[in-house]
């Protein structure tokens, strides 16, 4: 089976930058997007960065200019980089890919998340 496993998260100060990463693995026949979102507590899980197999990227105004998506096919692998990062950037992020898989059916899959905290 297809698994997402994220690393990157921890605690950072106001104006500090952290680098998350997201490894698929399993039986994987490509990987049509990826994607990041947030949860913060009592709020809905959002959109914070997307890319799509051809590179195309897409932030919300929120994150516009501090955050960047990038991936790497060759190890299935997505990256988030933040800079400038804002105590109302603490969430738990996660991380989503649709995956085609060995059996050639497509799925959404998400990751187990990683805690991301701005202190102030």
């Known amino acids: 089976q297809v698994q997402l496993v994220e690393s990157g998260g921890g605690l950072v100060q106001a104006g500090g930058s952290l680098r998350l990463s997201c490894t698929a693995s399993g039986s994987i026949f490509s990987i049509t997007s990826m994607a990041w979102y947030r949860q913060a507590p009592g709020s809905q899980r959002d959109l914070v960065a997307a890319i799509t197999v051809g590179g195309y990227t897409n932030y919300p105004d929120s994150v516009k200019g501090r955050f960047t998506i990038s991936r790497a096919d060759a190890k299935n692998t997505v990256y988030l980089q933040m800079n400038s990062l804002k105590p109302e950037d603490t969430a738990v992020y996660y991380c989503?890919?649709?995956?085609?898989?060995?059996?050639?059916?497509?799925?959404?899959?998400w990751g187990q998340g990683t805690q991301v905290t701005v202190s102030s």
């Open positions: 989503f890919a649709k995956i085609t898989s060995g059996t050639m059916s497509e799925n959404r899959y």
